[in-house]
């Protein structure tokens, strides 16, 4: 497979710094950095973009991930790996990206076992790492960008 064009936010130049500027600010939401790398590995796994899988477990290694819950995360309610404040940020990662899947995609049970962990800042960091993470694989996934390649 082949890249369909290089990635749009390295065509309009412009649009690269305000969106890593997000993400330097969301990592200072007061939220673990492996919480916050899981979630953006959950998130686009379910997207399926696989420059973003790929990136995510290399970004969540070098934060000091193990393999053991690299490997589950796609199974992450079936495995012992992950604290119950994980549990409850991927719960909403899943949700939040899964938007048109139910009437309700973030049901009150979803939020409130989020907010039990986070507080408000905490759950604003963890929002705008799923919609980042989401704007990043909607580009990828798109323009086919491919896993392994730099931007």
Known sequence: MQARMSNPATILPDVLQPIQV????????????KTLELVH???SQINGCSYCVDFGARSAKKAGETDERLFAVAAWRETPYFTDAERAALAL???????????????DEIWEEAARHYDEKGLAAI???IATTNLFNRLNATTRQMAGQGW
């Open 22 to 33: 997000l993400l330097k600010t969301t990592r200072q939401g007061g939220v673990p950095q």
């Open 41 to 43: 590995l959950r998130v």
């Open 93 to 107: 990662a899943e949700a939040a990206t899964r938007l048109a899947d139910r009437p309700d995609p973030v049901s």
């Open 127 to 129: 929002i705008l790492m």
